[in-house]
């Protein structure tokens, strides 16, 4: 009776891990299954990234809500993979947008260097996906880096891991104004990175909830050859 008690419970564990590896990313549920769970978090540096689909509503105007289920799940599904191809932290899905984190659970001077090959790896599956579908569909994306309090907010009895502060804002503001497979940085990003030779410099621009006007850059689709970085797997077709 000993031993199918202690099965059953390491079942319902691995029952436990499974579930809560779907709603939260790896790294949040190996914490909550360790029972490092408190409301609140740390302050450091770290790099945000979003991806939408541009014109979604006008995709699916035609499509079955099956279809129309189906299209993001395909489309997160595989850019989850890129995101954890290069060391990042999904952070939560929004319709069908993406936000993603890299240096969440601590400082990393690369995290800044892999969101951008993140981005780029993000651009060329797309390509891949849309060749194999016989799709059209374009993302944009949006990056930024900066000091950001990542952890568990909400309420005792619900919680939620999430990364808050400018950077994060800003991020999602750039993602909003990117055109089609556009992959716009702010500076810091721009800088950390070492994109600035071969980056487009665009006009400053007026961001909703942002002062000052923000230095805003395009980044080529191919990294320059001179520091690409190391693990960065991007897909050939």
């Not at 029972?35 to 302050?43: M, R």
């Not at 993140?118 to 579908?133: D, F, I, P, T, Y």
């Not at 994306?141 to 309420?155: C, D, H, K, R």
């Amino acid at each position: 009776e000993a031993f199918n008690e202690t099965a059953q419970e390491l079942a319902q564990k691995n029952q436990y891990r499974d579930l809560l590896r779907k709603v939260a990313d790896k790294e949040v549920a190996e914490r909550l299954l360790s029972g490092q769970v408190a409301l609140g978090g740390e302050t450091h540096g770290m790099t945000v990234l979003f991806c939408d689909i541009r014109k979604f509503t006008e995709l699916t105007q035609h499509l079955s809500p099956e279809e129309t289920d189906a299209l993001p799940n395909e489309h997160m599904t595989a850019l989850t993979w890129v995101v954890h191809e290069h060391g990042g932290m999904v952070d939560k899905f929004v319709g069908d947008m993406i936000m993603a984190v890299f240096g969440a659970t601590g400082s990393d001077p690369t995290a800044p260097e892999r969101a951008v090959a993140c981005a780029r790896h993000m651009v060329q599956e797309r390509k891949v996906l849309n060749m194999l579908r016989g799709t059209n569909i374009n993302v944009g994306i949006g990056i930024a880096t900066g000091e950001m309090l990542a952890g568990f907010m909400g309420s005792e009895d619900r919680l939620n891991f999430t990364v808050i502060g400018q950077g994060a804002n800003l991020a999602s503001r750039l993602c909003t104004v990117a055109g089609q497979m556009d992959i716009l940085v702010d500076e810091a990003t721009c800088e950390a990175a070492r994109e600035g030779r071969s980056a487009e410099t665009l006009p400053p621009m007026e961001i909703k909830g942002f002062s000052d006007l923000q230095a805003v850059y395009r980044l080529k689709q191919e990294p320059t050859t001179e520091h690409e970085p190391a693990g960065s797997a991007i897909s050939t077709f």
